[in-house]
């Protein structure tokens, strides 16, 4: 039976609405998680997985810590291609000791769902024609269909964690928003194949005039790869042996040679966008993820941001109901857009350093080669690069 009333409404299951979820339970704070899809079908969205450590320590704190503590790949550095060369960027070593970890987001999910289920946590998957009303008054409430049956749930807050598509940002007053965007000329093309990867200690990132490319990994017998594409491609142009094919074109000889290939277990395309939308708290409605903000995936921010999100989040919730504060509330939104402008920076940095942009030619490419170059020999810019990469402290001043 689903409760009529509950404190905190979450509308969306991915991983910033299931990890709220988590955190707020831990707190004693009752929550109840409306998702549109079904288990099955969140699971199966691949994306990005590099967990910066803050999000590592803020799933353990949550209690869904033990899947990355098992299988998380921990990465001490990163490497760049550019020119056929590869280098390497000592990040661990540039940053006083930190670290990330290579573990998917489709496992972390999976992890959050299963501590939910396990806690028999209110859920309801595959609710139709969600909506919001009353946030900018004292009584919030989601009304929603289940299996045909209308439902209302009344409740003190609504978490907006469903997503750039959701119903969420889509119920705040055009004009109490304010949006930036910026789209850019290409997509990503992605697969996933059962070979172990060409590099398992770092991500390779690189730089090719024929685009970029992308070594990431989900074990070490499960690769995920990428290469820049005309975002008019569709998966169907892209044949394994191709994707194979060309990888290899944009890598150093020793990686080209040594990359294993095999049939691809998953293939899809993602447009690159960068996005954030102004406020985030309207009343008594918080966006959180996506649903407030997009970063390209280069550098593998999207899941992170949304960690720290859900952490400031859940923290002024905490504060309303055990310290009877609201200062957490007041600043929410302030507090989370300062790391996510800095972290938009980061992503729209690194995309426009490594991708192929048809606008700017030759020249430009010459531009990204002499920025690389400076960079990999410059002991500033690395570890300017590298403080990025392993994740802003989650307090940093604003
Ligand atoms: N009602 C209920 N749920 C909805 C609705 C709706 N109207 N619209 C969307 N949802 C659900 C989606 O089905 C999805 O499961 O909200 C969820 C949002 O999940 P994500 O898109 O994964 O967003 P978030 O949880 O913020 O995760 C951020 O995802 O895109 C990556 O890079 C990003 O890794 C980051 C992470
Ligand atoms: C991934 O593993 O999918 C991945 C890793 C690093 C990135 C982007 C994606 O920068």
Known sequence: MLPARTQVAIVGAGPSGLLLGALLHKAGIDHVLIERQSPGYVLGRIRAGILEQGTVNLLREAGVGHGVDNAGIVHHSIELVFKNTRHAIDVTGLTQGKVVTAYGQTELTRDLMEHRQSLGLPTVYEATDVQLQGFEGNSPSVTFHKDGVAHTLACDFIAGCDGYHGVARASVPKNAITEYEKVYP????GVLADVPPVSSHAIVYANSDRGFALCSMRSMTRSRYYVQCPSTD????????????????????????????????????????????????????????????????????????????????SSAFIEHYVDRSTAGIDHYSQRALARIWRAERFSWWLTSLMHQFPETGAFGQKMQEAELEYLVNSPALSTSLSENYVGLPLDFAT
């Open 234 to 313: 569709s998966v169907n142009q892209w044949s394994d042996q191709r994707f194979w094919d060309e990888i290899r074109l944009r890598l150093d000889p020793e990686l080209s040679q040594r990359m294993q290939t095999g049939p691809s277990i998953e293939k899809s395309m993602a447009p690159l966008r960068s996005f954030v939308a102004e406020p985030m708290r309207f009343g008594r409605l918080f966006l959180a993820g996506d649903a407030a903000h997009i970063v390209p995936p280069t550098g593998a921010k999207g899941l992170n941001l949304a960690a720290s999100d859900v952490k400031y989040l």
């Open 186 to 189: 290409f997509a990503w093309l």
